[in-house]
């Protein structure tokens, strides 16, 4: 009888380690699934601040080019900021804002415009007043974003 017990015993058993290694397999890949997910979470925190140092950067940069663009240059028919109250349109260009990490581009448009800022009331002071305006839009996943910087120029 012992052996007929053990027999009975053995076939009991048969299997069982396949069962604990699927079920280890099972729990390592969900924990795998869950630090994947955790490192994402915390790496795309990371890139939404790359983007707005990168859009930061590019508007600084049209600051400066605002800045330093001649008075003369600024207001003739070819100027970089075409007058907005006289109807001249002013077109988009397409620029690359910066590269994310990974090596993909961050494309963008910047639309520029100027506006007069000289008060029609003051005719004694004879200064020319324009406000340059930079739009910069970006798309990042299914979003689109906008961010505008204006320049005070004075003559």
Same mark, same amino acid.
């Given at each position: 009888?012992?052996? &007929?017990?053990?027999?009975?015993?053995? +076939?009991?058993?048969?299997? =069982?380690?396949?069962?604990?290694?699927?079920?280890?397999?099972?729990?390592?890949?969900?924990?795998?699934?869950?630090?994947? !997910?955790? %490192?994402?979470? =915390?790496? @795309?925190?990371?890139?939404?601040? @790359? &983007?707005?140092?990168?859009?930061?950067?590019?508007?600084?940069?049209?600051?400066?080019?605002?800045? +330093?663009?001649?008075?003369?240059?600024?207001? @003739?028919?070819? @100027?970089?900021?075409?007058?907005?109250?006289?109807?001249?349109? %002013?077109?988009?260009? %397409?620029?690359?804002?910066?590269?994310? /990490?990974?090596?993909?581009?961050?494309?963008? /448009?910047?639309?520029?415009?100027? &506006?007069?800022?000289?008060? /029609?009331?003051?005719?004694?002071?004879?200064?020319?007043?324009?406000?340059?305006? =930079?739009?910069?839009?970006?798309?990042?996943?299914?979003?689109?974003?906008? !961010?505008? =910087? %204006?320049?005070?120029?004075?003559?």
């Amino acid at each position: 009888m012992k052996t &007929v017990i053990h027999g009975q015993r053995q +076939r009991q058993c048969r299997g =069982s380690l396949l069962l604990e290694a699927s079920i280890a397999m099972g729990a390592a890949a969900i924990l795998a699934l869950l630090l994947m !997910k955790s %490192s994402l979470l =915390s790496i @795309s925190g990371n890139q939404w601040a @790359s &983007v707005q140092s990168l859009t930061d950067a590019a508007l600084t940069k049209e600051e400066a080019l605002a800045r +330093r663009v001649p008075f003369a240059d600024l207001t @003739s028919a070819t @100027s970089l900021w075409p007058d907005a109250a006289a109807g001249i349109p %002013s077109t988009g260009k %397409s620029v690359v804002i910066g590269k994310m /990490t990974g090596g993909n581009a961050l494309p963008g /448009t910047i639309t520029r415009f100027r &506006v007069s800022a000289t008060p /029609t009331d003051d005719t004694e002071a004879g200064l020319s007043l324009w406000r340059l305006y =930079s739009v910069l839009r970006y798309r990042v996943g299914q979003k689109e974003y906008v !961010k505008s =910087s %204006s320049t005070l120029r004075v003559q």
